[in-house]
């Protein structure tokens, strides 16, 4: 039934495929000759479970979408207060390149501009850049739950014509914020900008931190006061200066890269990664942005929408007699939930013939769940099996013949069936 979600995400990812606006990144000659035709979309669930649509397997440069990590690492290794004294957490509303610091301050205004990421870089404890680096791919690497390869050719082409990230580290270091050799963050900031992700392994880092720092294997990566704090400046500073426009129209903190990534947090539910190396003129990738925009409407995902806690939708599941099976669910049914509904039948298909879904308790639905669930009665026809639902209030809105007010009602009709 999980192909029910699959089919939804194709869909999307479709409607978008022949978007053919923006342009590569040409900064460099190694970006230039990406195939600006690649286009994947990655969903990865609060419980690890991943869907994957298109191109998910390319690899390409995590460039920017490295800043929050790197920025969480220097606040779990560093502190709040030692980082918050060398960077900024306001909007610069700046192109992410801007040579400039706050005027007041003398800092870096977020950790999400270059200025902001470098200073980051340069507060990851180590003796040597090497040292700098293996930390920061350690950490990124237990995000994405894989051991994540290095572009050499992206690093060395970055290293040689990266003048304006040299200007804007000097800079730093004439206000005081880079202790250390200039150089030296240089090539790390350069290494971590030109570590190689696919769209899946941005969903998975995404879904690390939608989980609040721990991975799928319960291991804690970072605490969640750095997490908090991370996907905050993702919010505000995260799409460089469309921060605003994207926080109305999909309401996910989130951040992009000039390698065509975008990476979006629903905390709590879900983590989405989307590869398309096409830019706008602000260095966001055109069809990334598109397809989170479609995404957050058609599945409900804006963060400020009224969202409560969806994990804990199916309260209980018991056998009531040889193939008939009850699912009871409560709360507020949104996409992820229906989502964990629909892939709990799947994975428990061969325990029943019947599945008696009790929607008694549940509170609202919202219309991207009602879809869902009325698709799950045909789906489950297609494996022969026979789905019933208790919904005294109507909440699901589903045809009348296969609805019933309580559990024994829907059992009545399903012994006298069988
Ligand atoms: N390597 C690029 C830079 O530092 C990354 C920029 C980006 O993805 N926005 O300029």
């Known amino acids: 039934m999980a192909e029910l979600v ?47 649509s298109g ?32 960077i900024g957490v306001e909007p610069s509303g700046e192109a992410f390149n801007e040579i400039s610091v706050d005027e007041t301050t003398n800092i870096p205004k977020n950790p999400m501009i270059n200025a902001g990421a470098i200073a980051a870089v340069s507060l990851i404890p180590g003796d040597s ?33 990266g003048s304006r ?16 050799d200039p150089d030296e963050t240089l090539d790390v900031y350069f290494r971590q900008c030109s570590i190689l992700v696919t769209s899946t392994d941005l969903a998975r880092m995404a879904a690390t931190l939608a989980r609040g720092g721990v ?26 200066d469309a921060a605003g426009d994207w926080v109305s129209a999909v309401g996910m903190p989130a951040k992009s890269g000039v390698g065509g990534g975008i990476a979006a947090v629903l905390p709590g539910q879900l983590g989405i990664g989307v590869y398309s190396p096409r830019l706008d003129g602000r260095g966001n990738s055109v069809r990334g942005v598109a397809v989170c925009r479609s995404l957050s409407e058609r599945l409900g995902l804006h963060f400020l929408s009224k969202a409560r806690e969806s994990r804990s939708t199916i309260r209980a599941s018991y056998d009531v007699r040889d193939g008939i ?16 509904v629909l892939r709990t039948l799947d ?31 045909g789906a489950l026809a297609a494996q022969g099996k ?21 559990v024994d009602e829907a059992l009545a009709t399903a012994g006298s069936d069988g």
Do not use: W
């Open 347 to 377: 994975d428990e298909c061969d325990r029943f013939e019947i599945a008696v879904l009790d929607v008694t308790r549940v509170d609202d639905v919202d219309s991207t769940a009602r879809r869902m669930l009325a698709g799950m009665r």
């Open 6 to 52: 699959q089919r939804y995400l194709d869909q999307i990812r479709a409607e978008h495929a022949t978007n053919g606006d923006g342009a590569v990144a040409d900064y460099i000659p190694e970006l230039a000759r990406v195939d600006p035709a690649g286009f994947g979309l990655s969903l990865v669930l609060d419980d690890g479970f991943c869907y994957e």
């Open 129 to 161: 850049a090497d040292e700098r680096f293996a930390q920061i791919h350690a950490f990124y690497s237990a995000f994405a739950g894989r051991d994540l390869p290095v572009d050499e050719a992206v690093y060395a082409s970055e290293k040689a014509t």
């Open 215 to 240: 991975d799928t294997t319960g291991r804690r990566l970072t605490t969640p006061p750095v997490v908090l704090r991370t996907l905050s400046v993702m919010v505000t500073c995260g799409m460089y």
């Open 55 to 86: 191109d998910t397997s390319t690899e390409f440069t995590i460039q920017s979408v490295s800043k929050p990590f790197t920025y969480a690492l220097a606040l779990d290794r560093f502190g709040f207060e030692a980082v918050d004294a060398k």
């Open 165 to 180: 990230n040299r200007a804007i580290a000097y800079m730093l270091q004439s206000f005081g914020v880079l202790d250390g």
């Open 386 to 406: 026979v789905g019933f639902i208790v919904d005294p209030d109507s909440v699901l809105e589903a045809p009348r013949e296969a609805t019933f007010g309580t």
């Open 325 to 340: 099976r009850v699912y009871e669910l409560h709360g507020d049914l949104l996409f992820a939930g229906a989502e964990q």
